[in-house]
């Protein structure tokens, strides 16, 4: 689903048993989608009752709606670009400046969601090695630690829907901080689905608003969702279930993290259909720096984990202005560049990244801008370049933030270590 290698070794197997496909460019699955849709109104463009067709699919069509299915279950990306409708943000080359509110598949993936993709394919890979060598794998579990705005909670929307859709019999959760953000997720959901083409949809079960999405037979999937603030006192997350795919967004923000490790892990199968990811921007210390570090450096239990740091300039067109004439950077912002530079081979597969003047320009006004309110720690929380400068104490420590920013931007390469204390 998610690894290329994969990908193809299935799409291949279905070739030998019999199926055909045909990949097609993004713009011309769109197309035909759009010209199938056209079978569900009347002659004067009035919708038809639900399951009712102007005339019934030729075989050329039939052809196509097969082909497109069979290979939107063996690889996300495909379908993520032609089926899955979200709100496209038009600043980040997505949507141009046509419509700011347009909602459909993005023409195109962030940076930030190719990596997710691409970080979980690899994971993939090593379940179907762990498959062949022990007959056994514990799954896919990821930790998404992001700053503002990468589409990780659309990323992982989507990887739920695809699960739901394609793989019968998937039982998926997600959970939020509040019921506003809860209502967020169940929104999305239903506008992804609202807008498949008929051929795609499945029959859904009357479902209970900002609590469960269901398909019916022979699909037989659903998701349930979970505000945590309303978990205290009630058992915590997800007990009484089996998840097969679960997502937990803004996990550093929960008052009870506590109950993902006592409560609700034990509702998570060790299995290959298993897909759980947590999602959060950094708050401070505590669960959220444990697990994600914890995971970046492979410690003992958390070998198997996905980390996915993405810094603020991961998405070039995201975090940018126009450069002001005759701009000289400051001799911070110059020393931030340093920094991108020799820490960014650990989060880009080991590829330096230069960050451009316009990316450079829009962090020094940016940051300028957060002193000013003497919130700059809450600056670095948010568009952090390392997973250190994430972590930022929200209250005012003895150190000022300005001063730890520079310590660590004056920091060179160390070698980490771990010192034991004899008893």
């Known amino acids: 689903m998610y690894s290329t290698a994969i990908v193809e070794r299935r799409l291949y197997a279905a070739r030998k048993a019999g199926l055909t496909y045909r990949r097609l460019p993004r713009a011309d699955s769109i197309e035909i989608a759009g010209k199938l849709e056209r079978l569900r109104h009347d002659k004067h463009g009035r919708p038809l009752p639900e399951g009712q067709l102007a005339r019934p699919v ?25 089926y899955y409708s979200l709100r496209i943000d038009p600043g980040v080359g997505m949507g141009g400046d046509q419509d700011s509110l347009k909602i459909g598949p993005p023409p195109e993936l962030l940076e930030s969601q190719k990596r997710f993709i691409h970080l979980l394919g690899r994971r993939e890979e090593e379940c179907a090695e762990e498959r062949k060598k022990y007959k056994f794998t514990v799954g896919i579990h990821a930790y998404f630690h992001k700053v503002r705005q990468v589409a990780a909670t659309a990323t992982a929307r989507a990887m739920t ?14 959970a939020s901080l509040d019921e506003p953000r809860v209502s967020e997720l169940f929104s999305r959901d239903h506008t992804a689905i609202d807008r498949l ?25 659903r998701c349930v969702y979970q505000a ?5 006192g009630r058992g915590g997350l ?7 795919v679960s997502h937990l967004t ?60 993405i810094p603020w300039y991961f998405n070039k067109m995201k975090y940018r202005d126009i450069v002001a004439p005759n701009w000289v950077p400051d001799e911070h912002t110059i020393r931030h560049g340093a920094l ?54 929200p209250q005012q420590g003895a150190l000022p933030a300005e001063l730890l920013e520079t310590m660590e931007q004056d920091c060179g390469d160390f070698d980490a270590f771990d010192v034991e204390i004899a008893a």
Not at 60 to 81: G, M, N, P, R, V
Not at 162 to 174: E, I, N, T, Y
Not at 228 to 232: D, I, R
Request: overall charge negative.
């Open 250 to 309: 803004e996990v550093a923000l929960w008052q009870g993290p506590s109950y993902i490790d006592f409560s609700f892990w034990p509702a998570i199968p060790k299995a290959s259909t298993t897909l759980h990811i947590e999602e959060s921007t950094a708050n401070g210390k505590g669960y959220w720096q444990e697990v994600t570090e914890a995971a970046r450096h492979k410690k003992r239990g958390f070998e198997h984990w996905v980390y996915a740091f």
């Open 161 to 174: 829907l695809h699960r739901m859709l394609f793989w019968p019999g998937q039982h998926c959760f997600a």
């Open 228 to 232: 945590e603030n309303q978990q205290q």
């Open 58 to 82: 030729n075989p050329d069509e039939q052809a196509h709606i097969d082909s497109e299915l069979s290979i939107c279950k063996c690889d996300l990306e495909y379908f993520f670009l032609r």
């Open 238 to 244: 997800g007990v009484g279930m089996q998840l097969d």
């Open 340 to 393: 991108i530079e020799r820490t960014s081979p650990e989060f880009n597969d080991g590829v330096v990244y230069r960050p451009t003047l316009e990316q450079l320009y829009w962090w020094e006004s940016t940051r300028a801008s957060y002193i000013r309110k003497m919130a700059l720690a809450e600056f670095l929380t948010n568009y952090p370049a390392t997973p250190e400068q994430s972590f930022q104490n």
């Open 197 to 221: 083409p008929f051929w795609m949809k499945p029959k859904m079960y009357p479902d209970v608003k900002d609590t469960e999405i269901g398909f019916e037979s022979p699909i037989s999937t």
